[in-house]
């Protein structure tokens, strides 16, 4: 489709205008003035330029070149010469391509001539079309006759550019907005105006009376539709064209006593019907432009006030006055509902009925001054203390008084929320704060984000020295260290570890065991990096070797192994740990302690020689970096060691084995992990309570500025098409509409039912509470559901008990539980069947019973039936609508009356909904 809302023409059509080229072409050539080398006027060119204009451009391949040879036969056809024809030819092609080209830049067919821009650019198209024919043909005119260029450019150029300007409105002006409207002024006009145009163009006519016919086509102008300006100004210039090519009129008496040659006439009459086009087609399309602007200004204020009455967003409108600078002037419903009871707030101030910590008439002010734009706080209710509103305040209008808007959003649940998630965070950093361990939080980019009492006492340093600095710039770190104290690990789902020094404030050296991991969100992306370091000083500072060994025989594993990877020392704290007899391990290979899938993880496809040498490759100086290893102890149990392997050599650094010292870490370990759970949990449980604070401030913003407006605004703008307000639909642009409307409409339905368990989710709903007769409520279903039936084959009934059946709850509420369900059934069955909703009492409670003979819904799918948005694998195959939010809202509603939905049903065979409230106990005098 085109921007201009028109379809391409077919096959049959584009034929039959070139056909209009080929009879247009011969018909002004041989009424074309005796002697003249071109016709005065040549309409082909604006009929081309209209089929190109309608026709895809996959098919220009074609009829470029057909329109060539039309034009050729027309010229040959007339009487020219088959040179001279060919030049035209070419040139009339050549123009017709220039012009659609340049009109249908950007688009997919011809622009709607409905504002004055688009005429502008279809006059400088055509000044260009017909430029472009005048020097190809003059050319040719040049080359084959004596006629001088200029004067051949000149009547050329002016005769097709009026050829473009008088045809292509007609093709591009919209629709008539309502025909019929002015049968007899027009009727009247249409024959003052052949009137005049004979008088002034007949024969024997000499006066220069040309001027007459103008005031007519301003009326016109004036008075109808662009598209029948368009078609009167081609009827005009067809009249005056050719009684002036007959020596007729004013110009055809100048040419009759020579004042003019064959070219000139052209010339003068074109750029008199030019003139005459520009005056009344400008015109036309002026107040046609003026109208729509005044339709449309019409249609949004309509709009605004039905958007602002029926919004679910509390709104009011103020003014400003001498007595009261924002003075409530209006409300819609949903604002009364917010600000509660009481006597009406209209023609109160806002700053009755709100508790707002900052000034208002500070913020008029500032509005005014236009140092402000708009006004946004968190504010309390006077009339309901425990509440709080959002209130936004925007500036509508100064003159002639100061207008603004207001518009008020419940806030009361997401700030008890945040209180909680203020409880829960100061409860996190008492936790953190009363672990021994030091503990460095940083984000993905490696600035430290929090630390933990324990890191400030260890090292020295106040809080505020470390927070904020990147971790590799740590103020306790070692001179020449750089990066992270334990590097980073290499995904997600592992942890590294390492020892390191750290350089107290005081300028002591200690020894921390760093232990490093991420935390992780819900999806496993990492978001934060948790250094955890255990203080080591103590165990590192032993004076010897022999006193280091004795005291670190009970609690360290020291394995010594030769250069083939054999056990030769086996010490009392690898015993203790492992539980092996240190004879038996001599001789062995140090691998087999290791565990067997831990190692073919790390090596794989290594035997136990190549893996004992990869592990201990590039050492040849210094211990490898400590690192997590599972060893499996005499009693099949792991332990998880931090162990590390250094190079025993002597004073000529010959390699004599290797000493590996493991330090049983099990526990660590598990603190560890333990803790960044910890952290995990809390750092979700605060995020998850952070993000339903944000979703449910988006969400209402989000349906209330974003979703609502447009969809009520492509409501009401399919309804002014549908009732022909701007233009009568076509008949096959009705079902385009309808769809439009209907499906406009389930989005506000989807809203609704988004909104609805919103406000049962946040407990923002308020319930009335009052003694109903549930048989009572079927009477409103029905006349609910009446329309869901309508043009359906389906069967439709409802029934109760004779005597009344009282349940306590909220009238409106229970009759959304019908409607819902009654709709549902009548969706989900097929012509033929029925519906059946009845109300009983039955076990000591009051029963709703909804019994349908539809598709059913399948055994394994009924059990996800209340959740929201889910549909059954039935409803999707059969490809019928709806948005699996009905039957959760029935779920919500049924519980907090205290009562629950059963559900029967099987694949094909009907579905049966039972409702169970409790009864109400009536009182006895």
Known sequence: MSNSGRGYIGLPAALLLLAAVLAAGLTVVLLAPAGAPAAPWWPAAGIAVALLGLVPRRWWWWLVPAIAVTTAVANIGGGRAVDLACWYAVGNATEALVVAALLRRGRDTLPELADLDTFLRLVAAAVVGGATFATIASSGVVVLTDSPFVNAWRSLSVS????????????MAP?????????????????ALTAVTLVVFGPGQTLSLEFLPLPLLMWAALRFDVRIVAGELIGFAVVTVLLSARASGPFGFDLHRGALT??????VVQAYVLTSLVMALALAIGLEQRRRLLDRTASSERLFRRNFTESVVGMLLLRSTEENLLEITEKNDAAARLLGGGPSIVGRGLGEVLATEEPLDLVVAQMLSG??????????????????????VSLLSREPEPTFAAQLLDVTAQFEARRRIEAAEKLTSATLDTTPALIIVCDLYGEVVRVNGATTVLTGFAEDELVGTEVWDLPFAPPGSTGYPTGIPPDAFSQVSRETDLVTSTGQRRRVLWNTGYVRDERDRPTYIVMTGTDLTGERTAAGLNRHLLEAAITTALIGIDPHGRITVFNAGAVNLLGYDAQDMVGTPFVDLLDPAQLADRFPGATPDEAF????????????????????SSDGRPHTISMAVTVAADTVAARLGYLCVGRDVTEARASQDMLVAALDKERLAV????????AKNEFISTVSHELRTPVTSIVGYT???????VVDPAPEQRPLLDSIARNAQRLIALCNDLLTLGGLDSGATHWARETIDLASILTEAEDAVRPMAAGRDITVSFSSDPDPVLVLGDRVQLERVVVNLVGNAIKFTENGGSVECRVERLDGEAWLVVSDTGIGIPDDEQAQLFQRFFRSSTAQQMAIQGTGLGLSIVAAIVAAHGGRVDVRSAHREGTTFTVRLPLTRVRRG
């Not at 629709?175 to 024959?191: D, F, K, S, Y």
């Not at 990869?614 to 490898?624: F, K, S």
């Not at 309804?719 to 307000?725: A, F, K, W």
């Open 687 to 694: 995020e998850r309570m952070r993000q339903l604070d944000e």
């Open 613 to 632: 040498d990869r592990l201990v490759a590039g050492d040849d100086a210094d211990a490898t970096v400590p690192r997590d290893w599972t060893w499996i």
């Open 371 to 392: 140092t402000l734009e708009g006004w946004k706080a968190e504010a309390g209710l006077r009339a309901r203390p425990d509440a709080r509103v959002e209130v936004l």
């Open 719 to 725: 309804e002014i098409l549908e009732d022909g307000s």
């Open 175 to 191: 629709a008539i907005r309502r025909p019929g409207r002015w049968t007899g002024e027009l009727l009247l006009q249409l024959l």
């Open 160 to 171: 097709h550019a009026a050829s473009t300007l008088l045809i292509l409105p007609l093709a």
């Open 262 to 267: 064959a070219f000139g006439i052209g010339a």
